[in-house]
């Protein structure tokens, strides 16, 4: 390893730390476990004007791939001199390419490195130019401003304590100094702000948060450690896009950041795409094993693939109620991811509906559709719901809502004529209701359902001319409903929504029966008892009513 870099101590003075060495830092300049903070707006760095004597002798030529047209004609200050022209002009990445040049043809000159640092500030590549910074200070430790440029990229990149003990040592030779003095204040103020912001955040004042966040960028615009915080708020707003871009930005920079790692994790979890997500768990994980919120994510969310696995396995194995303790408990582990939530409940409401269950179901749809509205799916499937539960009209709103997103579907055009369709049967009497059975019933359920009924509301059962009305009214109607339920021609215009007065004329003669003709049904029905069919106060013998 190199010689760490030391800041001169004045005579008589204390030095207050050593500033680290280049093995201390990674490839883009950032140190680990490291307090993250940042400083004031970047000044355009300084550029180093070397004395034309150092560079007077040329070093002997070697035949290497020019970077640059005619740089191998160049001189080291010629190469220095080209990248300060093109400085000057804003072209900081053709700059570097000559200070480069110049670098190789000679190392040991530190302002060729304090230059390059300084183009790197300018394109806000901190780490580069936190590498170039120490190496000048290296090369040339009693030069303060290396020392300060070092300080200012540390500041940058967030890494506070880094930033402040350089700042305290250049004070401690230099209590005068004022970059310094400016600079620490400025540390300061980052850190205050980071503190704020995270609290805005954890008390769900994010809007604050953003704020607080951006004016400790504007002060440290290339702090990872805000920015980072900055995507997680924007995370917390469902703002997904946001705060992607911010951290693609930093793994551009840094592809195995761990902390980056995590929040990208956190980002296409929250899209639903929980391979990627793990995945960006487990990258975080080997580049530190010991990163807690990234260990913590991961095994939460492999228990939530694990129970809707579960779910999935016993709803093909038709357990709906395993089914739905699984997803109950896959939704109570990311109660706030909208796209991984909206399936689960879709899934749940399913195996409800499987149970009859049905109000809960639709409630499921309803949770499923606040999260993504866009759910044609969990549409159609609480149109469906809505028909059992005879909410008729709100179900063809359902089925227009999801032919509006996709008007070319066929199968959502059908389904909003079967809506239309159960609607207008709603509008006439429910056979199937009157006699209390279901619509699959056969003609044995049918025939038991009458015989109920029609002994329920038998106008003798009942005493009182008022009673009588009501009972030959209900009478009349279950008898209705027996006389086309039981003809299967007749039952099948009645399923397809045929109106009541078109089967009853299409039955053979007239508009419907009359009162004698259901106590005619009625009396066939309990024959055998004795003859005629006659009820007390009816006349006749044969059944009565006990």
């Given at each position: ?22 093995d201390?830092?990674?490839?883009n ?11 004031p707006?970047l000044?355009?760095?300084?550029i ?34 080209a990248?300060n ?5 804003g072209?900081?990445v ?13 190392p040991?000159t ?8 300084a ?24 030069t303060?401003k ?12 967030g ?7 350089l ?9 005068e100094n ?14 205050k ?25 504007v002060?440290?615009?290339g702090n ?22 911010i ?25 639903g ?11 975080a ?20 693939v ?6 999935k ?7 709906h109620?395993?089914?739905i ?10 109660p706030?991811?909208a ?39 969990a549409l ?7 028909i ?35 609607l ?13 059975i ?8 049918i ?6 009924e ?17 009972n030959?009214?209900?009478?009349k109607?279950v008898?209705?409903?027996y ?6 021609e ?19 003669g ?10 005619d ?21 044969g059944?009565?009513?006990?």
């Amino acid at each position: 390893p190199q010689p760490r870099p030391r800041m001169p101590v004045a005579k008589g003075r204390k030095s207050a730390g050593t500033p680290p060495s280049k093995d201390e830092v990674g490839d883009n300049g950032r140190e680990q476990d490291s307090d993250d903070e940042s400083v004031p707006d970047l000044e355009d760095p300084e550029i180093e004007d070397v004395d034309e004597d150092e560079d007077d002798e040329e070093e002997e030529e070697e035949e290497v791939e020019e970077s640059f047209p005619g740089e191998s004609e160049m001189t080291a200050l010629e190469c220095k001199n080209a990248g300060n022209d093109l400085y000057k002009t804003g072209k900081y990445v053709d700059s570097i390419v000559r200070y480069s040049a110049a670098i190789a043809k000679d190392p040991a000159t530190a302002a060729f490195r304090n230059n390059r640092a300084a183009a790197h500030m300018m394109l806000q590549d901190y780490g580069a130019a936190l590498t170039d910074s120490l190496k000048a200070a290296e090369l040339e430790p009693t030069t303060v401003k290396f020392w300060e440029r070092a300080a200012k990229c540390y500041s940058n990149l967030g890494r506070t304590s880094d930033a402040r003990r350089l700042y305290d040592q250049i004070l401690e030779l230099d209590p005068e100094n004022a970059t310094a003095v400016r600079e620490v204040g400025q540390v300061q103020a980052v850190k205050k702000l980071e503190e704020q912001a995270q609290a805005a955040m954890e008390s769900g004042h994010l809007n604050s948060a953003l704020s607080f966040c951006d004016r400790a960028l504007v002060i440290a615009p290339g702090n990872d450690r805000v920015k980072l915080l900055k995507a997680e708020v924007y995370l917390k707003q469902k703002n997904v896009g946001q705060a992607d871009r911010i951290v693609t930005s930093i793994l551009r920079q840094d592809s195995n950041a761990t902390d980056a790692l995590y929040v990208r994790g956190l980002c296409k979890f929250e899209l639903g795409d929980i391979d990627k997500a793990m995945d960006h768990f487990k990258r975080a994980l080997r580049g530190n094993p010991d990163h807690k919120n990234s260990r913590t994510k991961l095994k939460m969310v492999k228990a939530l693939v694990a129970a809707k696995e579960s779910g999935k396995k016993a709803w093909s194995a038709g357990k709906h109620d395993e089914a739905i303790t699984f997803y109950t408990e896959a939704i109570a582990m990311a109660p706030d991811n909208a796209s991984i939530c909206s399936k689960l409940y879709f899934n749940r409401a399913l195996a409800l509906s499987k149970l009859k269950k049905y109000q809960d179901a639709i409630s499921d749809c309803t949770e499923a559709l606040d999260r993504d509205p866009s759910y044609v799916k969990a549409l159609i499937k609480r149109s469906q719901l809505k028909i059992e539960v005879e909410l008729y009209d709100e179900a063809v709103k359902d089925c227009e809502a999801a032919l509006e997103m996709n008007p070319g579907d066929n199968d959502l055009k059908q389904a909003l004529r079967d809506a239309k369709l159960e609607l207008k049967k709603s509008k006439r009497k429910n056979y199937y209701k009157i006699l209390k059975i279901e619509k699959t019933a056969s003609d044995r359920d049918i025939k038991k359902g009458y015989r109920k009924e029609a002994m329920k509301y038998h106008p003798d059962r009942v005493q009182g001319e008022e009673e009588k009305a009501k009972n030959e009214i209900r009478f009349k109607d279950v008898g209705e409903a027996y006389s086309v339920l039981s003809d299967a021609e007749k039952r099948q215009r009645y399923d397809q929504g045929a109106d009541i007065e078109e089967i009853q004329s299409g039955g053979g003669g007239g508009h419907g029966h009359s009162h004698g003709d259901y106590n005619d049904i009625f009396a066939q029905m309990f024959a055998g008892g004795g003859g005629g069919g006659g009820f007390p106060g009816g006349g006749g013998g044969g059944f009565r009513f006990g």
